[in-house]
C-alpha cells in the first residue's frame, strides 16, 4: 500500500498565500503523476494541478498564473505554492499520486486524506 499525507492547509486572507504538501510513503516501488485535486461543498470534485515524474506541468484554467505544483522525488513529495488565493479556492484539496508497489504489478491512484484551505476576510 501507499499512503499518503497532506499538510499546510488552513485560514488564509484573500491575496495570500499557502503551501501544501504531500507526502508518500510505503510500499512504493514507483509513482508516475501526481497531482492535487479539491473539492468544495455542494460541488464535485475537481483537478487543479499535476505533474508528471519528469516534471511536465498541468493546470486548471482557473488557477494559471497564480499556483504551482512541484514535487522532489528522492523524496516521494509533491507540492502546491498557492498564491493570490480567492476566496473560490475555498476546498478540501485532495493529494493524488499514480504508482505502484513491490508486491504487485498493477499501477494504482492512491488518495491523501484531504486538507482544508479556507479564503476568507
Known amino acids: 500500500q501507499v499512503q499518503l499525507v497532506e499538510s499546510g492547509g488552513g485560514l488564509v486572507q484573500p491575496g495570500g498565500s499557502l503551501r501544501l504538501s504531500c507526502a508518500a510513503s510505503?510500499?512504493?516501488?514507483?509513482?508516475?503523476?501526481m497531482g492535487w485535486y479539491r473539492q468544495a461543498p455542494g460541488k464535485q470534485r475537481e483537478l487543479v494541478a499535476t505533474i508528471t515524474s519528469g516534471g511536465s506541468t498541468n493546470y486548471a484554467d482557473s488557477v494559471k498564473g497564480r499556483f504551482t505544483i512541484s514535487r522532489d522525488n528522492a523524496k516521494n513529495t509533491v507540492y502546491l505554492q498557492m498564491n493570490s488565493l480567492k476566496p473560490e479556492d475555498t476546498a478540501v484539496y485532495y493529494c493524488?499520486?499514480?504508482?505502484?508497489?513491490?508486491?504487485?504489478?498493477?499501477?494504482?491512484?492512491?488518495w491523501g486524506q484531504g486538507t482544508q484551505v479556507t479564503v476568507s476576510s
Open positions: 493524488n499520486a499514480e504508482g505502484s508497489v513491490w508486491y504487485e504489478a498493477p499501477i494504482h491512484d492512491y
Open positions: 510505503g510500499s512504493i516501488f514507483s509513482i508516475n503523476d
